[in-house]
Each structure stands twice: as C-alpha cells, then as structure tokens.
C-alpha cells in the first residue's frame, strides 16, 4: 500500500445452487488465496453464497437463514485477515427480499449494499423474487450481528484516505444513471461490482468496454467479479468473466469460462491527482454514510505493467493511428494559421536532424492541404561548426527529394564577425560559443521570413522544451512551433510511419531511414577526427526516454520523486541501472524547475496529447519555482 497502489483481487469459485455449507467452504478457501497473495480488497460474484440461479428457492426461509450463517461463517474464518472483502448473498429485511453485497473486514460485518437496479427482460426476471434496493442507511442485524444496510455506504480506509470503497452490483453498471457515479462523487476511489453476467456472443467484449468506460468517466478503481459456468445451465451460461480496471485502463482480465483469481495494484493517488486537475468533477461529499475500515500499511509489490514509452503505443496498429492522429493535429494547426494569415510562404531550417525533418514533412502535408505551391516552403541549411557531412546530405536530400526551395547560407564567416565584435576567443568551445551559432541562425531565418513574407516554422520537440535544451531567442523562437506538443520518443515513430505510408520515392524513404538512424545532436561542436558526430544529446543531458517518462508522470498524475523513481527501476530493469535512473531524475527535476523561464514565452503551437507545457495551456508555473522539495526526496536514495 505505498506510494498509493493498493492490491486488489477479482475472484470467483465453483458454486453449488443452493448448496450453501459447499459454497461458503469454496468462497473461504478462495478469500484466503487471495489474502495470501497479498490482496487488500477482494471481490466475489453476486449472490455467490447462495448461487445466483437459485429463483423462486430465493422464498425459502431455509435457504435465507443458510446464507445469513454462511455469511457469518465467513466473516468468523476471514476475521485474521487483513483484507478488504466483498460477497453477495440474498437477504430479507422488513418483509421483502433484497440481492445484497455484504463488505467484511477483520471479522465484521461491516455493511449490506443492495442492489438497486433489478433487470426484468430477456432472460432476466429478478424482479419476480428481489425488491429494488433503497439508498438511506437503515441498521439491520444478520444471524445475530449488528451491521447496516443501505446503497449509500461509502467504505473508508481509516490507514490510507485516499482507498474509499464504494459498491454497486451487476445491473447497476448497465443502466443510464449507474449509482457509481454519485459513489464516485462522493469519494469513491474504488468501485467493486459483484455480478453475475451470462455470456452471450459478443457480451464479453462490451462488457470490458463498459467497465473500461465507467472506470475512465469516473477516474476511479473498477473490480467487476463474475459468476463461473458452476451456476445453473437451464437456460444460460455464466463465464466468469472478471474484470480490474483504473481511469479507462483495463489492468487484468480473465480468460472465459476460467475459475479463478485476477490481480492488479489500483493507484488511488493517481486517481485523487486526476481529480484534482478536472474542474467539471464535481464532488458531492455529503451524501453519502461513511463506514470506517481498517488495513495494515504493507509494501505493495507492484505487478501491473509500467510502459517505459507512456508516449507510445505499444500495439502497432494504435501506434499508427496515434502517428495518424498527431500528424493531422499539427498539419491543420499550420494549416489553419497559414490561411488566417494569408500568408503563402513557410521558411524552416533543416540540419538533417529528426525534429526538423518532422517539421519540414508537417510543413510540405499542410501545403499539400492547401494547394499551395510546395516551392513556397524555403528550406534553409546553416552549416556551422560542428555539421556533419552525413546531417548536410541528409538535409539537401530532404528537401531537393520533397521540392521545395532550397537556400543554403553558412554561419560561419558571420560568427566569426560576432566572435570578434564581442570578444570571444573562437577556440572556447563554451555556452558562448555555441549559443551563437543557433541565434545567428534564427537571425537568418527571421529575416527570410520578412523577405519572403513568410512564416518560421519551428522544429524544436516538448522533451527539449522539458527540460530547456533550447538557445533562449535561438531555436526555441519561431512563428508556429508545430513539434511543441510532441515528446522526442514519439518523433522518432512519427518520422518513421511517414516514410512507409508518405514517402513519394525511394530516395525519399532512404533518406528519413538514415535520418532516423541519425543520432541526435543540436552539431555546435566541431565533429570528431573521423568527421563524425562528437556532441551527442543523450550524453549531455540523459536518455530521452527516461526524461519523456520522467515528464509524463510528473505532468500526467504529479507523482512524488520517490515514486516516479520506483516506477522508473521497474519500467527500464533491464536497461538501466539504479544509479542511472537517479542521476537523471534529478537531472530532469533541476532542468525543469530552472528552465521555465523559456516554456514562459513560447510561440504558439498545437497541444496533440495528453501532456503539454504551453504556458496558455497546460502548464501555469511561476519561472522562479524552487525545486528544492523534489530534490530532497531524492536524498536518501542511491
């Protein structure tokens, strides 16, 4: 239960109809599996207790008092466990007959939950026997013990406040209104849904989508346990479908027809930092009756899947529609301010490097978009000091290949001048003496864009935006900066996908191929003896995977240092080391915080994600924000 994640387990057994001794043995067994594997909730189908398929047997006292002692059978055998546990059974209270999950912990019963929404088509008919749940609180007593009843109960972690239970059952989720969402107004973190769902063909898919969904409006917990194929087979079949969901993820899921436990860990710091940021989520905690629980603070192993490239889908057929998706987002955001402006002219530099690759094909697809004439698209080589033959060739290639105007103008002779006028010793390979170059550059560019009426557009990525790796005035100005809003990790797929679905020649698709293989470099130092590349990024200041991940939880759910870097040790275990991972999260942090004076005065750009840095957006942060906080965390790791 640190850092947030809390263990929860979706869990189902093999049910006897109305066999109650057996299922309370099974159901038993089952709970302390899972408490044995270190889960503090655990969930268990809809009247499990007694078998959903009971029907009109429901009537029988000798049935209903069996589930009442069976439940408090359970509780007695659970009452050493440290878990979190819910079980329906039917119950009757005041004359009718209602479909309850009962909650235990460490023995008690802590409270009945009945179900609200009572499906009565189809093949369902729960009407005929159960009486719609009611929302007040209402004590009741089960077998002799004290508890109370009612759909209104918020379940509350005394030891972690954030882990609040809420609980509806079944039919619940399936109806326009579920009551998991007053639940999650109220402060529900985690929704557990006892259920009892029949398969059909096709039902399973919609049903993880419906689960998926509602964990996604209400950015909360979901752990949706279902009836197995034990249940009656007269008219339907159960598949025992389970389901463990968090904020539209789906965690784990079952195989069908497999009895048996899922696990995942639930986030609900996570949950509580999307909350916060959502200003249309609008709480309601009074309506709700609070119902104390206790668990012991433990270690939670953490077993769900950390994606080292949040940025990146891993599928391929979601990665490329994610490449789609984005470049249209910056096409017609240059498209749309090419025509507001009327402007016909794009000026842009190339060095042969990703980001300005991806800018240049953005720019020639929003041209293409408009009909205008590519050859208004001016792409300009600077060659400097440090460029490479290889980054040279790849950029005439680029834009002879794609036709648009080429200019090549070399800085040197010019930074030579302003070496001389403001007294800098040309063999002092310094912050001056590369910061030059890329003002001398966009000085160049600037006054194309005057000359030709045109507009700069900018190449530089939001990972370099992250952590300042830009001139001040250099290359981070630019009139319309289309790659603002897209992580260095994804650049490289962007870039990629263009050259197998765009390239109009092969000499095109060569060229972005060696781009691709290019490594990345802002080439202010003068190359090596071999004529190759000798200032690479990654050197300076860290892998950009680690920062883009490093970014996306800090800006995505604002985790603490001590937790990102717990995820970050389990993301990349096979590829960096501890010490790695800590030299350059704090890297990150420190650049950051002292970087954002440039993230203050962007220029305009689209947002294409779910994380961004404009200053008009996503991104409100004072330029003199003290990073000492985050640092000191970090302290005592190593």
């Not at 099974?26 to 268990?44: D, F, P, R, S, W």
């Not at 999950?101 to 369902?124: D, M, S, T």
């Not at 609980?167 to 009892?196: F, K, M, Q």
């Amino acid at each position: 239960m640190r850092d947030g994640f809390v263990k929860v387990a979706a869990a189902n057994c093999t049910v006897n109809v109305c066999d109650v001794d057996s299922n309370v043995e099974t159901i038993t067994k089952t709970i302390k599996e899972a408490g044995k594997n270190g889960a503090k909730v655990i969930v268990l189908p809809e009247l499990c207790i007694s078998g959903y398929s009971c029907r009109d047997i429901f009537f029988q006292s000798t049935l209903l008092d069996a589930c009442q002692r069976g439940l408090c059978q359970i509780a007695e055998d659970t009452k050493d466990m440290d878990a979190l546990i819910v079980v329906g059974l039917p119950f009757e209270y005041n004359g009718k007959l209602y479909n309850v999950a009962a909650v235990l912990n460490h023995g008690e019963i802590l409270g009945l939950v009945p179900k609200k929404n009572l499906p009565n088509y189809q093949e369902f008919y729960e009407r005929r026997q159960f009486t719609p749940g009611f929302d007040r609180v209402v004590p009741v007593t089960v077998a002799g013990q004290e508890s109370l009843m009612g759909a209104d109960m918020l379940f509350n972690c005394k030891e972690m406040p954030h882990l609040v239970l809420g609980v509806e059952i079944c039919e619940d989720l399936w109806v326009p209104c579920p009551p998991s969402t007053d639940l999650a107004l109220a402060g529900a973190t985690l929704i557990a849904n006892p259920s009892a769902s029949d398969e059909i063909t096709g039902k399973n898919t919609y049903r993880k989508e419906l689960v998926s969904n509602q964990s996604a409006r209400l950015y909360c917990g979901y752990i949706y346990a279902s009836a197995t194929d034990s249940e009656s087979t007269t008219d339907v079949v159960y598949s025992g479908h389970n389901i463990i969901a968090e904020s539209g993820s789906v965690l784990a899921e079952s195989e069908l027809f497999s009895n048996g436990i899922i696990y995942s860990e639930i986030d609900v710091e996570a949950i509580i930092q999307k909350r916060m940021r959502m200003t249309t989520y609008n709480m309601n905690n009074d309506s709700m009756f609070p119902v104390d629980f206790s668990l012991n603070i433990e270690d939670c192993a953490i077993t769900r899947y950390i994606d080292p490239l949040p940025f990146v889908p891993s599928e391929d057929v979601k990665r490329t529609k994610r490449c789609e998706d984005i470049l249209d987002i910056q096409c017609r955001g240059l498209k749309k301010r090419l025509s507001h402006t009327g402007i016909k002219s794009a000026v842009i530099g190339i060095s042969g490097g990703l980001d300005s690759t991806l800018a240049l094909l953005v720019t020639v697809r929003a041209f293409d978009m408009l009909g205008f004439d590519r050859k208004g698209i001016i792409g300009v080589t600077m060659p400097g000091f440090g460029t490479t033959d290889r980054t040279y060739d790849n950029a005439v290639s680029m834009i002879k290949t794609l036709g648009i105007t080429f200019k090549e103008i070399s800085i040197v002779d010019a930074v030579k001048g302003h070496f001389a006028d403001i007294e800098h010793d040309i063999n002092i390979h310094d912050v001056t003496y590369e910061n030059s170059q890329a003002r001398s550059r966009t000085l160049i560019l600037m006054d194309l864009a005057n000359k030709y009426n045109g507009l700069v557009i900018g190449t530089g990525d939001m990972s370099e935006l992250a952590l300042g790796w830009a001139t001040y005035n250099g290359d981070h100005m630019s009139m319309y900066a289309v790659n603002a809003g897209v992580p260095k990790t994804l650049v490289r797929h962007l870039v990629a996908y263009y050259a197998e679905k765009f390239s109009d020649t092969a000499d095109l698709k060569r060229v972005l191929l060696d781009v691709l293989d290019t490594p990345v470099s802002p080439e202010l130092l003068p190359p090596d003896q071999g004529g190759k590349i000798a200032q690479k990024t990654e050197d300076l200041v860290g892998p950009y995977e680690l920062h883009d991940f490093f970014l996306y939880h800090f800006m995505r759910y604002g985790e603490r240092p001590a937790k990102t870097f717990r995820l970050a040790l389990i993301a990349f275990e096979d590829k960096y080391d501890r010490a790695t991972i800590l030299k350059w999260l704090k890297t990150f942090y420190r650049r950051f915080f002292y970087q954002q004076y440039k993230r203050s005065c962007l220029p305009d750009g689209p947002k294409v994600g779910s994380v961004c840095l404009s200053p008009r957006g996503d991104l409100r942060m004072v330029s003199d924000t003290n990073v000492k906080l985050w640092l000191q965390e970090l302290e005592n790791f190593s």
